[in-house]
């Protein structure tokens, strides 16, 4: 008897062993799904780091580094703006501007992108990008003028759709410099970005501007000329002063 | 659930078709113990199906080197250049040898968090900043290194091991060879219950190299590499190598140094360049069309073959895998399969030795 109940208490003993060791082997599967999520969630995150700043930059950034990684570096800025943007927000509606100007930007930065250039901003309606600031890249200023001629294509091909839709036709105006500037994580302690910073950015923005004056959607400086595939066509501009900027500006429109 | 965390990167169909060859697969399994998994997808240019064997470093090229460290090193670069076959072979591999999951991940995810000692940490780091941002990037992590008390042949054989995943991952990624079974592998119930016996048929094939003299110096382009190896026997692999890719008759080596010098110079290595510039003059290039390729990537008197590969090269400097892939197909497009897997072949290899170039070359 004594055997017996000796027997069934073993017995007891290990299917309750076994029972909290089924449960902590689906504790343990359950957890290692979660650690399998995180960590592609993590690599995808890290990927997603690595199209906004420098891949360096990232991983200093998980080592919990202080440090901004800022460096001297020659880029290209451009800098596009929507002409025409304020009377069409008077006339759209609200719904349909956000709709319009979203698709405005995808196609933007689309053809940024497919250039191997990064789209820093939106400034507004108007887009900062840089070409060579997440990686070296000697070929940055084709690459900025390609992609300019590309937006040119595209704005053209969304204007075709917003036409369909009785919507009216949107223009850009682009301004292209290249030269030195610092690249490095920038901003407040709440809110940092990868970013360039200087005055190549700034003169991008006033030849921007440029186009509204020489009635052209596509303008370079001398500087990026310089260093820019013969094919371009292209044709001088009048020098014009700009802003913050002793010397009258020489610019030239991109024609094909 | 993904089993590995590249497994969500987009990813294209195959570029290649896979076709048997019994001596290259004889040659593969001689060297490795294994069977090379694909070798098939290479025998039309036979010199880079012998490079994807020769040029694996855990089998017999580390003199100084730990080759558990450059397991490591391989893990990280293929992840670093997002290339899911090799992130794949190279994680199963680890898996299969025993180690756990959760020491890959953090190997993976943060060095500075993982568990490895400064000198190995260092030495990932530098692998990593090689072969992510070239020469420039790699100089500091160098400096790092030796810091940390590495020899400088040891430092020689941790920019080799970075390179030959740099060719690896480009030869793998470049024509979409596809990663499925190894990254089911290692989950598999077969693979787990046959673990143990898997494991020592790897163990068995590989090996630590032993000093070889460089019987004689090449005079080809790009022996300057070579030589910077010379007793490491790393250097007759490499001289080998590269013997049997300028030899090679589906490109001219004119199209092939262009590719090397479109690379270097993206890379910014100007020990790759100056020597590829100096190959480009003897096959009769001018200065001014050699200068137009570098900054503009085309020139007046290219073939067509050149004009399509050129400003391909510079595209698999750095990329994002599937429009890589998607670039890819429409240059094999206009050429034939042969020339096609040359291409990927030089391109492959001029990443990963352009890289290499200028840790080892400015530094004898």
């Known amino acids: ?256 | 659930m993904p089993a590995n965390a590249l497994q969500h990167v987009a990813w294209e169909p195959c570029l290649l078709e896979a076709r048997r060859d019994d001596a290259l697969e004889s040659y593969a399994r001689k060297k490795l113990g294994v069977p090379h998994p694909t070798i098939r997808y290479y025998v039309d240019v036979p010199w880079l199906a012998r490079a994807l064997v020769d040029l694996h470093p855990e089998f017999g090229l580390l003199v100084h080197l730990d080759l558990g460290l450059g397991d490591l090193i391989q893990l990280v670069v293929s992840q670093e250049n997002t290339c899911r076959y090799c992130y794949a072979a190279v994680r199963a591999s680890l898996r299969i040898q025993g180690m756990s999951e959760a020491r890959i991940r953090s190997v993976e995810g943060n060095l500075a968090r993982a568990d490895l000692t400064p000198r190995e940490a260092a030495a990932i780091a530098f692998a990593r900043a090689q072969s992510r941002a070239g020469p420039p990037a790699a100089a500091g992590a160098r400096q790092v290194l030796l810091d940390a008390g590495v020899s400088a042949p040891e430092v020689k054989e941790i920019a080799f091991v970075a390179a030959s995943t740099d060719f690896m991952n480009r030869a793998s990624t470049l024509p979409a060879i596809p990663p499925y079974v190894f990254e089911r592998a290692p989950d598999r119930l077969g693979v787990r219950l046959l673990r143990p016996w898997i494991a020592r048929a790897l163990r068995a094939g590989r090996s630590r190299g032993r000093a070889t003299p460089l019987e004689r110096v090449p005079s080809y382009p790009y022996a300057g590499l070579v030589e910077a190896f010379a007793g490491s026997p790393i250097a007759p692999v490499l001289a080998k190598t590269f013997e049997e890719m300028w030899a090679s008759p589906g490109l001219t080596r004119r199209c092939k140094l262009l590719m090397f010098a479109v690379i270097a110079h993206g890379l910014g290595c100007g020990v790759c360049a100056s020597e590829a510039a100096r190959a480009l003059q003897k096959e009769g290039l001018s200065q001014e069309a050699l200068t137009s390729v570098l900054t503009h990537l085309d020139a007046p008197g290219l073939d067509p073959v050149e004009r399509l590969l050129v400003p391909f090269a510079r595209e698999t400097i750095w990329y994002e895998p599937a429009p890589l892939q998607r670039r890819a197909r429409g240059v094999r497009d206009q050429l034939s399969g042969t020339q096609f897997l040359e291409a990927v072949g030089v391109l492959s290899l001029a990443n990963g030795l352009c890289r290499l170039g200028a840790t080892v070359a400015d530094h004898p």
């Open chain 1, 1 to 256: 008897m004594t055997r017996a109940l000796l027997v069934v208490a073993g017995l007891g003993l290990l299917a309750a062993l076994l029972g909290a060791l089924y449960r902590q082997r689906r504790r343990t599967q359950a957890l290692q799904t979660q650690l399998e999520a995180a960590a592609a969630e993590l690599q995808r995150l890290q990927e997603a780091c690595a199209r906004l700043a420098p891949a360096g930059v990232v991983q200093r950034l998980i080592a919990d580094r202080a440090d901004t990684g800022a460096e001297r570096k020659v880029v290209t800025a451009l800098f596009s703006d929507l002409v025409g943007y304020t009377a069409m927000s008077e006339r759209l509606e609200p719904a349909a501007l956000a709709r319009v100007l979203n698709g405005y930007f995808q196609r933007m930065s689309d053809a940024i992108h497919d250039h191997r250039g990064h789209v820093s901003t939106f400034v507004g309606d108007g887009i900062l990008a840089f070409f060579g600031a997440l990686q070296p890249n000697p070929w940055q200023c084709d690459d900025a003028v390609r992609a300019a001629l590309a937006m040119r294509a595209a704005i053209r091909d969304y204007n075709e759709e917003l036409a369909k839709e009785g919507l009216p036709p949107l223009a850009v105006g682009i301004g292209i410099h290249r030269g030195p500037g610092l690249a490095g994580l920038v901003g407040s302690r709440e809110r940092m970005e990868y970013a360039f910073v200087g005055p190549t950015v700034n003169l991008a923005a006033r030849v921007q501007t440029l186009t509204r004056i020489h009635k052209v959607d596509i303008l370079i400086t001398e500087a990026l000329r310089e260093h820019l595939d013969p094919r371009f066509v292209l044709a001088p501009m009048p020098a014009e002063t700009v802003k913050g900027i002793a010397e009258p500006v020489v610019t030239y429109a991109v024609r094909e």
